[in-house]
């Protein structure tokens, strides 16, 4: 089974950066995301990690440790539009693959 | 490109009633999911399927049944409505087969469907 942990809530300023942290344990690593989920909306895919490291697409960066069980979502020069919720998720290896979603820390930017 | 459509969006039941909640995806996806999310809890899997045809068991699928008799569609069912169904409900798809990697793993989500039973 999959173990997801992130903070259920935070809170930062408009133009500043936040660190929105997930720790895992899984039975059967295989890739980690991150989804935005707006207020009432849809889940949308944000990022993809399946090796160590850093990826950046704009204003959004997600780094990934397996060895640690760890990935922040790194975001840049916030904008009121960020206030959202942004789950963690984790795949495993079984046939199926299932992918197993954390609460999702809800993050307010105030002016 | 209507992507993953869910109808209803809001449904309100009395308790004992049944309902089928639609979903329908334009992306000719092989995979579809149901999940329901609540209140500090994450997104939890009711029901999923690989294809047409084939259905099977999420973490949560006590007092659903679901059904896929066309590829493109997906439908949830709920025989006999209870409080503890009282949730929001996502379907998602996403491919088995892609050109890359991260494009076959990317599920895309409806817009929800908002239940309460009463």
């Known amino acids: 089974g999959q173990n997801i942990d992130q903070p259920t809530e935070m809170t930062a300023t408009e133009g500043a950066i936040v660190q929105i942290n997930c720790t895992y344990q899984?039975?059967?690593?295989?890739?980690l995301f991150w989804y935005q989920q707006h207020a009432g909306e849809a889940p949308t895919f944000l990022s993809y990690?399946?090796?160590?490291g850093l990826e950046e697409k704009g204003r959004f960066s997600s780094f990934l440790s397996r060895s640690k069980g760890y990935s922040y979502l790194l975001l840049k020069e916030l904008q009121m539009k960020d206030s959202a919720s942004y789950l963690c998720?984790?795949?495993?290896?079984?046939?199926?693959?299932?992918?197993?979603f954390g609460i999702g820390t809800k993050l307010q930017v105030i002016p | 490109n209507a992507g993953v459509t869910q109808t209803p969006k809001f449904r309100v039941l009395k308790t004992g009633q049944s309902m089928t909640l639609l979903c329908a995806q334009d992306?000719?996806?092989?995979?579809m999911y149901w999940y329901r999310q609540d209140p500090g809890m994450g997104l939890r899997l009711i029901h999923y399927?690989?294809?047409?045809?084939?259905?099977a068991k999420g973490e949560v699928p006590d007092g659903y049944n679901v059904s896929r008799l066309k590829k493109q569609n997906f439908l949830l069912g709920l025989e006999s409505a209870a409080p503890s169904q009282t949730s929001v409900y996502f379907c998602?798809?996403?491919?088995?087969?892609?050109?890359?990697?991260?494009?076959?793993?990317?599920?895309?989500f409806g817009a929800g469907t908002r239940l309460s039973v009463l």
């Open positions: 899984t039975s059967g690593f295989n890739g």
């Open positions: 992306m000719n996806h092989e995979y």
């Open positions: 399927s690989v294809g047409e045809g084939t259905t």
């Open positions: 990690n399946v090796l160590d």
């Open positions: 998720a984790v795949r495993d290896r079984g046939g199926y693959q299932k992918v197993t």
């Open positions: 998602a798809s996403r491919s088995a087969i892609a050109g890359g990697q991260l494009a076959k793993n990317i599920q895309y």
